[in-house]
Nanobody
Framework: QVQLVESGGGLVQAGGSLRLSCAAS????????MGWFRQAPGKERAFVTTISRGGGTTDYADDVKGRFTISRDNAKNTVYLQMNSLKPEDTAVHYC???????????????WGQGTQVTVSS
């Protein structure tokens, strides 16, 4: 079992930045691919970004490319999401997830955090 805890969400003005963190505990001896997803009110959970086990491969949703950066520190069992140039449409609960492969599909991820709210005001 792996437990994931997100932090770093909050309220920010449009154009601002936030850095989310996701700390993993439990069976972290087996590194997992990590992903970030988000869910806005009334919408389905959507892929944001993912990173491979070693950190060498990343993928991003089109609407965050060039603004968001995912990274990981395996020594600290932590993955980060640096979010720049935030827009009101980025407002959502952001979730981190761990799975066997760095894919864009939510169902391949086995473990999920509880989510952290990001609110971007216009």
């Amino acid at each position: 079992q792996v437990q994931l805890v997100e932090s770093g969400g909050g309220l920010v003005q449009a154009g601002g930045s936030l850095r989310l963190s996701c700390a993993a505990s439990g069976r972290t001896d087996s590194y997992y691919a990590m992903g970030w997803f988000r869910q806005a009110p009334g919408k389905e959970r959507a892929f944001v970004t993912t990173i491979s086990r070693g950190g060498g491969t990343t993928d991003y949703a089109d609407d965050v490319k060039g603004r968001f950066t995912i990274s990981r520190d395996n020594a600290k069992n932590t993955v980060y999401l640096q979010m720049n140039s935030l827009k009101p449409e980025d407002t959502a609960v952001h979730y981190c997830a761990a799975g066997p492969l760095a894919l864009t599909t939510a169902r391949v991820y086995r473990y999920w955090g509880q989510g952290t709210q990001v609110t971007v005001s216009s």
